[in-house]
């Protein structure tokens, strides 16, 4: 619960002391930024008890601040350098939009009385510069509504379905007299239609093979472990959610059938034969590439609850059931009835895949897999080789998993650094292609310099994979800008004072692995793997 202010309501203070205060009672201990000349004032004096982590870049300092907010559950707040900064950080604002993670972000706006003069670092009309991919923008009309404005945007970003929010604050209003604002009780849980949730456990009891498709909003909500109990109940498949951003149901489990293409007609044979598919958590489907969705046909009986309204309002057909995930599912887990139905087959993992010079992606993972402590946080960011991924690095469940949602690169990096902030007692493993990571690699310094327990495995195919692949799928030739050759990962993560070495033989991995994931501190892996890559939605299935 919010704490109370520590102020009496009549005094005044300044409001970057209000504003700081009210941080405090929101549970923010950390700001991530990279300063400029706008936003010294806020700056100066910096409190000892809010950790301020400077990032080299501002698309960087979104990703931390996105990894950290997920880790702990709470907003990540942002502090941003006019609106180049803005600029600069805006495909993670997007990234961030897409993952549905709560961020308040807050960007120096030059001096009032010069506004009008388009002074240097002024931003003109600031607060559109970031929509439409941030749920609430303003720059406050006076200097004493900046506590309030931040204050409503920290509700709005944790409000599900959970966002970015921005905030723009000329320089000269952090000195400005305020009254102080206080932390407010604001409930984010939303319970489901009674009779809609009926027709959908009759739906269920009544099925004679149906099918559960699992997405993010499950492991946001901290409900895996309620989804479990459900599958288990209902003896459905389960299916997770094409592109999730994160695990919502133990993949090793024996009813966990598989991921969907983002495909509709790969997705479409997947799910034939499931007479009644219940989407949770996810939308009614993310798609990547053109066909026909035979799914919409009419044969299937399609349910989706979610807690995103404009989710809802796009799904082309069936029910949608808007509502939280835990209420949701704990109130259908108790109308369910139990079942005869035969418990489906879950999917068969592959095996072990065999070493070979060069090194085969698929061996690096599996060997990655193996060497990974039990409660290890992986953040991905390799797209050519996800299906190599999901077949050979099964995730446990809640908390194990992280990607973006965006599609957007130079996101894992930071946000691997700021889910290490955020959870210090375990290791944060971050596996990244060779191309993802120049992104943003001034992240490691971060990570460097705060001697996190984070490592790096760099996939280098010289390349962007998912590029290759593409070129192949669509079938066009001589594509200019596919091949990365002569970076050189150590060096560079060297440079920035992390732990580094290559490994170019099979022989070599296993001892790299351990040695990097036990290190004390930020270690990278670079690990040369062959340049072939899958054809991707090449085959249905």
């Not at 929509?131 to 920290?154: G, S, T």
């Not at 299906?387 to 930071?414: C, E, H, I, N, V």
Request: proline residues 9%; aromatic residues 6%.
């Amino acid at each position: 619960m919010p704490r109370k202010p520590t102020k009496s309501a009549g005094a005044l203070v300044s409001v970057k002391q209000a504003t700081l205060d009210l941080l405090r009672a929101f549970g923010i201990k950390k700001v991530f930024g990279n300063p400029g000349s706008t936003e010294l004032p806020f700056l100066s004096d910096w409190p000892g008890d809010i950790d301020y982590v400077l990032g080299l870049q501002e698309a960087s300092v979104v990703g931390m601040a996105d990894g950290y907010a997920q880790a702990t559950g709470n907003a990540g707040f942002v502090n941003l350098h006019s609106a180049a900064g803005l600029g600069n950080a805006l495909g993670n604002i997007y990234t961030a939009h897409r993952n549905q993670t709560p961020l308040v972000i807050t960007a120096g706006q030059q001096a009032r009385s010069i506004l009008p003069l388009q002074a240097f670092l002024y931003a003109e009309r600031a607060s559109e510069f970031p929509r439409p991919y941030v749920k609430f923008a303003i720059e406050p009309a006076r200097a004493e509504d900046v506590p309030a404005a931040i204050a409503r945007a920290y509700y709005v970003a944790m409000q599900p379905p959970c966002g970015p929010t921005f905030v723009s604050v000329p320089i000269d209003d952090w000195t400005h007299p305020t009254q102080p604002v206080g932390a407010r009780s604001v409930s984010r849980e939303s319970g489901p239609d009674p009779a809609a949730m009926g027709r959908l456990a009759t739906a269920l009891a009544a099925s004679k093979r149906p099918a559960l498709v699992v997405g993010p909003g499950v492991d946001r909500a901290q409900a895996v472990e309620l989804m479990v109990r459900l599958a288990e109940k209902a003896r459905a498949a389960i299916w997770v959610s094409p592109f999730s951003a994160r695990c919502s149901f133990p993949e090793r489990h024996p009813q966990f059938a598989g991921f969907l293409h983002a495909s509709p007609a790969q997705l479409s044979e997947a799910l034939h034969g499931h007479d009644l598919v219940v989407v949770i958590g996810a939308p009614v489907f993310t798609f990547h590439v053109e066909g026909h969705a035979s799914i919409f046909d009419g044969a299937t009986a399609i349910f989706q609850i979610t807690d995103d309204p404009d989710a809802a309002a796009i799904t082309p057909v069936g029910t949608s059931i808007i509502a939280s995930m835990k209420p949701a599912l704990a109130m259908l887990l108790e109308m369910l009835p139990e079942t005869r139905r035969a418990m489906p087959a879950g999917r068969i993992l592959p095996p072990a895949p065999r070493a070979g010079d060069p090194i085969p992606a698929e061996f690096l993972l599996h060997a990655l897999s193996t060497a990974m402590p039990d409660d290890a946080v992986l953040v991905e960011e390799a797209p050519s080789h996800r299906p190599a991924m999901q077949k050979f690095m099964p995730m446990r469940g809640q908390d194990s998993f992280y990607t973006m949602a965006s599609g957007g690169l130079g996101y894992a990096l930071p946000a691997a650094v700021g889910m290490a902030l955020g959870r210090p007692s375990v290791r944060t493993v971050c596996l990244i292609g060779d191309g993802s990571a120049m992104y943003s690699i001034q992240a490691l310094w971060t990570a460097a310099q705060r001697k996190l327990p984070l490592t790096v495995v760099v996939l280098n195919n010289t390349g962007y994979g998912a590029m290759r692949s593409f070129s192949q799928v669509m079938q066009v030739r001589n594509v200019p800008g596919l091949d990365l050759p002569d970076i050189d990962f150590v060096k560079i993560a060297q440079g920035l004072g992390c732990d580094a070495v290559r490994v170019t033989k099979s022989s070599e991995l296993a001892p790299a692995l351990k040695r990097g994931l036990a290190h004390a501190g930020t270690s990278l892996i670079e690990v040369m793997v062959d340049s072939a890559v899958p054809l991707l939605y090449a085959q249905k299935g």
